[in-house]
C-alpha cells in the first residue's frame, strides 16, 4: 500500500497570502495525485487532478506540481473560504490512499 | 446539477449488518465508475471499494474484503454497500462517489455506529 504523507499538519496564514501544502508517496506514483478540499459539514471538493490539472469550476489561485514522489498544492491569495482541510489522494494503484491531511487556518 | 445523497446509516451492533443505498442524479450514472469511501469523524480518509459501469469488476481495501459488498443497479441510478460481519473499527461516515480514480463529485455521507 503506497502511504501518503502530508505536511504540515496545521499551517497558518493571513488572508491574501500564499499558501503551500506538501505531499509525499511512499514509492513512485507519476502524476497520478488529485488534491481535494474538505469543509465541515460539505460534500469534498475535487481541486486537483493529474498532479496538476484544475477540476471543472475551480479558481485560478489553486495550482498543483510535482512528479514521482513530492507534489504540492499551492494555494495564492488566500480567501476566507478557502480555510479547510486539503487531502492528497493517489490514484497510482489500488488500494486508491490519501494523506492525512493538512488544515489551513486563519492567522 | 449532480446530487449523490447516502442513505441507510445507523446504529448497529457488533456483527450485524447493514445495507447503505447512495441514489445518484444530474449526470450518465451508467457512465461512471462508482465508489465508497469513509471517515472516522475527525479523523482520515479510506477508500473502502470501487465498481465498474456495468458492475463487471469490484475492488476492495483488504479490511472490507469479504465481509463488504458493492453493487449498483443501473436502471434506478443507485449504489448499494452491503456490509456484513460489522465491527466497532467500522464506525465511520461513509461517503458515496463518483468516479474510481479521482472522483469528481461527493455526497455528504452517511454515518454507520458499531456498537454494542
Known amino acids: 500500500e503506497i502511504v501518503m504523507t502530508q505536511s504540515p499538519a496545521i499551517l497558518s496564514v493571513s488572508p491574501g497570502e500564499r499558501a503551500t501544502l506538501s505531499c509525499r508517496a511512499s514509492?513512485?506514483?507519476?502524476?497520478?495525485v488529485a488534491w481535494y478540499q474538505q469543509k465541515p459539514g460539505q460534500a469534498l471538493r475535487l481541486l486537483i487532478y493529474?498532479?496538476?490539472t484544475g477540476a471543472t469550476g475551480i479558481p485560478a489561485r489553486f495550482s498543483g506540481s510535482g512528479s514521482g514522489t513530492e507534489f504540492t498544492l499551492t494555494i495564492s491569495g488566500l480567501q476566507s473560504e478557502d480555510f479547510a482541510v486539503y487531502y492528497c489522494?493517489?490514484?497510482?494503484?489500488?488500494?486508491?490512499?490519501f494523506g492525512q491531511g493538512t488544515k489551513v487556518e486563519i492567522k | 446539477e449532480v446530487q449523490l445523497v447516502e442513505s441507510g446509516g445507523g446504529l448497529v451492533q457488533p456483527g450485524g449488518s447493514l445495507r447503505l443505498s447512495c441514489a445518484a442524479s444530474?449526470?450518465?450514472?451508467?457512465?461512471?465508475?462508482m465508489s465508497w469511501v469513509r471517515q472516522v469523524p475527525g479523523k482520515g480518509l479510506e477508500w473502502v471499494a470501487y465498481?465498474?459501469?456495468?458492475?463487471?469488476?469490484?475492488h476492495y481495501v483488504d479490511s472490507v474484503e469479504g465481509r463488504f459488498t458493492i453493487s449498483r443497479d443501473n436502471a434506478k441510478n443507485s449504489l448499494d454497500l452491503q456490509m456484513n460481519s460489522l465491527r466497532p473499527e467500522d464506525t465511520a461516515v461513509y461517503y458515496c462517489?463518483?468516479?474510481?480514480?479521482?472522483?469528481?463529485?461527493w455526497g455528504q455521507g452517511t454515518l454507520v455506529t458499531v456498537s454494542s
Open positions: 462517489a463518483k468516479g474510481g480514480w479521482y472522483p469528481d463529485f
Open positions: 444530474g449526470f450518465i450514472f451508467s457512465s461512471s465508475w
Open positions: 465498481i465498474k459501469q456495468d458492475g463487471s469488476e469490484t
Open positions: 514509492q513512485y506514483i507519476s502524476n497520478n
Open positions: 493529474g498532479a496538476s
Open positions: 489522494q493517489q490514484y497510482y494503484n489500488w488500494p486508491r490512499t
